[in-house]
């Protein structure tokens, strides 16, 4: 009798240019944030809004069809669309357009730079705050204390009259009235954080204090600095424009959006025109700014997902009421 044939089992041979499945590896967070801040239309669409002023200012000298101090009195409050002026001239026959174009680089300039200095201040006054405690928090925040009672305002007034009305002295002396805020915030989350399991592990193994706060504790409290930073772009550029419409902020020949103001309030009978372009300009580039804030915010949140459900299960249960 013959030996039964064994049955070898034989794998199938895949190709070499075959693609591998998918892998099931979760999301990272920013991935996870940029998809929820992605659906937030109100986001979106400020993001759009904001990137197409920082290109418009990135690239004035090519969109703006005259210098912003360029000076003609045979010109002068011309109307939008005559000669070849898109929004017209204003008293002394400068370009409207051109000057917002110019303007724009100013004042984006003065928020991203203030918003950054702040963050950057704030960010290690408050992490060395909340980290350290005790005599280190208290000299701190009652810096903070004495800070936030002083009026802001009266305060950058009587500093730029003092020193001067450059851009570099705006900017410093913004971010030295703003930073308080963000220190108190980055301390509440430190004094969070530092109770963790992981900073006892790292100070186990021998992380330095230093280490712990700038490699593992600021990584972990950054999401709540960033949708901060996003406000405060807005704010300090509303600073900007409240200087520069005292006549202590930017100076001619220079121009912001805040000096086109100032500049304006003396026609807003004969040509108001001249008053609602670059009031225009701040509106919409602060609520941009703002719906970006809110946007990054949601989309950090935790409860937000939860919060639609319940939203949903309400107007759900109303439309079934008849409500």
């Known amino acids: 009798m013959s030996a039964p044939s064994v049955q070898q089992s034989v794998e199938p041979q895949v190709p070499e240019n075959t693609p591998l499945p998918p892998s099931d590896k979760p999301p990272g967070p920013w991935k996870t944030v940029w998809t929820k801040f992605r659906k937030n239309g109100f986001a979106m669409a400020g993001l759009v809004v904001l990137i197409l002023f920082i290109l418009v200012a990135i690239f004035a000298p090519w969109i703006a069809p005259y210098k912003p101090d360029r000076i003609d009195f045979m010109i002068t409050n011309l109307a939008p669309g005559t000669d070849n002026h898109l929004l017209g001239t204003d008293e002394v026959g400068r370009d409207i357009f051109s000057r917002l174009v110019y303007s724009s680089r100013i004042s984006m300039f003065i928020g991203f730079s203030v918003a950054a200095i702040t963050v950057i201040i704030g960010s290690i006054i408050g992490a060395i705050s909340g980290y350290f405690g005790g005599w280190v928090d208290a000299i701190f925040m009652r810096v903070v204390d004495v800070m936030n009672s002083v009026p802001t305002l009266f305060l950058n007034i009587l500093v730029m009259a003092i020193f001067g009305t450059k851009i570099s002295y705006m900017i410093m002396i913004l971010a030295f009235t703003s930073w308080t805020g963000v220190a108190r915030l980055v ?97 919409i580039v602060v609520l941009a700014v703002s719906f970006i804030g809110d946007g990054i915010r949601d989309a950090l949140d935790p409860r937000q997902k939860n919060s639609r459900g319940r939203l949903a299960k309400w107007r759900k249960s109303f439309s079934k009421s008849g409500i």
């Open 187 to 283: 301390r509440g989350n430190f004094l969070q954080l530092r109770e963790m399991q992981y900073v006892e592990a790292a100070k186990a193994i021998g992380v330095s204090n230093w280490g712990i706060i700038f490699r593992h504790l600021m990584r972990n409290a950054s999401f709540p600095i960033i949708v901060n930073a996003t406000l405060m772009v807005g704010g300090a550029i509303l600073s900007e424009s409240g200087l520069s419409y005292l006549g202590l902020g930017i100076q001619a020949p220079a121009t912001s959006w805040g000096l086109m103001l100032s500049n304006s309030q003396e026609f807003m009978l004969t040509n108001p025109m001249q008053a609602v372009y670059p009031g225009l300009c701040i509106l």
